[in-house]
Structures are given as structure tokens and as C-alpha cells.
Nanobody, 119 residues
Framework: QVQLVESGGGLVQPGGSLRLSCAAS????????MGWYRQAPGKQRELVAAITSGGSTKYADSVKDRFTISRDNAKNTVYLQMNSLKPEDTAVYYC?????????????WGQGTQVTVSS
């Protein structure tokens, strides 16, 4: 079983920055993709950004040029640097990881961290 623990959420003013972190632990053999999703009240969960073990990234159009995803493979940790935050970025942010644990594939989710952008 693979556990994901997120940190770094909070309250920030419009135009501000936050950095989210997500650390994976457990019987991990390899992690292929890690990503961040978010869910605002009354809306579906959506992909924010994802990164492969090789460093390839993809972003939602709404966050391109403002958010940057990165990962430390040695620490099984993924980060999301969020700049120029807008009120519409307010949501619960979830970490996701897919890979191999033991001899089986896995997909795990974090518990979520609240990001609120408000003056």
C-alpha cells in the first residue's frame, strides 16, 4: 500500500504564491506519473498538472505559465509551485501517483489540502 501525504495549502491573497508538496511512502518499486488535481465546491475534480518519471509535464490551460510541477524521484516527492494565484484557483488540491508497489501496480490519492485565494 502506498500513502501520499500533502502539505503546503493555506490562505493567500490574489497574486500571491504557495508551494504544495506531496510525499509518497510504502513498498514502492517505482512511480511512473505523479500529478495534482483540484476540486472546487460544486465542480468535478480536474487535472491541474502532471509529471512523468522522465520529467515530461502537462498542465491545464488555466494554470499554464503560473504553476510549475516538479518532482524529486529520490524522495518520491512531487511539488506544485503556484504563482499569481487567482480566486478561481480556490479548491481542495489532491496529489495522485501511479506506479508499481511490490509486484503490483498501484494508484493512490492524498487526503487533499485546501487552497483558498481571497483578499
Amino acid at each position: 500500500q502506498v500513502q501520499l501525504v500533502e502539505s503546503g495549502g493555506g490562505l493567500v491573497q490574489p497574486g500571491g504564491s504557495l508551494r504544495l508538496s506531496c510525499a509518497a511512502s510504502g513498498s514502492i518499486f517505482s512511480i511512473n506519473a505523479m500529478g495534482w488535481y483540484r476540486q472546487a465546491p460544486g465542480k468535478q475534480r480536474e487535472l491541474v498538472a502532471a509529471i512523468t518519471s522522465g520529467g515530461s509535464t502537462k498542465y491545464a490551460d488555466s494554470v499554464k505559465d503560473r504553476f510549475t510541477i516538479s518532482r524529486d524521484n529520490a524522495k518520491n516527492t512531487v511539488y506544485l509551485q503556484m504563482n499569481s494565484l487567482k480566486p478561481e484557483d480556490t479548491a481542495v488540491y489532491y496529489c495522485n501517483a501511479e506506479g508499481v508497489a511490490g509486484v503490483r501496480g498501484f494508484e493512490s490519492w492524498g487526503q487533499g489540502t485546501q487552497v483558498t485565494v481571497s483578499s
